[in-house]
């Protein structure tokens, strides 16, 4: 099958956050999956916005997305509900609802389970029911709706640091390229074999200043802008609007954010 109008939906992940091309853009998996399904008369759009919530999407990301008519929508959320303290029962039924939405109107949607980054986390043990609930409910969501699974949950690169960003939680470049591959793999397509193979050698561990440092430069910060934003009233992602609001050639990319 070949797709023509291909939309994402999500959060920073499907933005693309920590995989930044020279000109200050962000690429991403789901650009990197555009570009392979590229050909005349493709049109791609990306709706994500960072920090976003499934109801959240569900109110602001959706509806745009059903304006498109979309043949394929790939959506990958659900981690900022479960950074935010959100239960278990309360992630399944935005899941549910979030897919049961989306296949309603898009003939092919695939979506992702999370890797369990909780180990490298402070206080992970907390984060780790919340992500088997997420995952949990999106394979139950994608087989209820017809939906692609795209189940990256057990991918071993989760333990390579390489595949993330500085802040240990977003993807790097390497990742947003892996996760490209498995989306692809879902949905039977060719793409470049090296997206999924191992990188070679082992990452170096880190140091106890390499955790200093990674506490001091991301984690107090983001705890600190987090207090601030709840304090005013502020939501992740306030000021931020869709990388690529309409359905355009992938030639044609949008300015710069910011």
């Known amino acids: 099958m070949k797709y023509q109008r291909f939309v994402a939906l999500g959060d920073s992940c499907a933005e693309g956050l920590d995989d930044l091309l020279p000109d200050g853009r962000y690429r991403g998996w789901a650009d990197r999956v555009a570009s392979v399904l590229d050909a005349p008369g493709f049109r791609y759009a990306n709706l994500a916005v960072r920090g976003r919530r499934l109801d959240q999407m569900l109110v602001e990301q959706v509806p745009s997305a059903s304006v498109l008519e979309p043949d394929l929508v790939a959506v990958f959320c659900g981690g900022n509900d479960v950074m935010s303290g959100a239960s278990g029962p309360e992630i399944a039924r935005r899941v549910d609802a979030a897919v049961r939405a989306v296949t309603s109107f ?141 359905l355009a050639p992938l030639s044609l990319r949008p300015p710069v954010a910011g």
Do not use: C
Request: glycine letters at 6%.
């Open 106 to 246: 898009a003939p092919t949607v695939a979506v992702f389970t999370l890797s369990d980054i909780s180990h490298r986390m402070p206080f992970g043990w907390r984060l780790s029911p919340r992500i088997e609930a997420l995952n949990d409910a999106v394979r139950t969501a994608s087989a209820r709706y017809g939906a692609v699974l795209v189940d990256v949950a057990a991918d071993e690169a989760v333990h390579d640091s390489r595949y993330f960003g500085p802040d240990r939680l977003h993807l790097s470049s390497l990742g947003h390229r892996r996760l490209a591959g498995h989306l692809l793999t879902a949905l039977e397509l060719d793409f470049d074999p090296s997206w999924l193979a191992p990188l070679p050698g082992e990452a170096a561990p880190a140091s106890l200043l390499d955790h200093w440092r990674w506490l001091r430069d991301q984690v107090l910060p983001v705890a600190y802008t987090r207090t601030r934003n709840k304090l005013i009233g502020r939501q992740p992602g306030d000021g931020f609007t869709p990388k690529r609001p309409q």
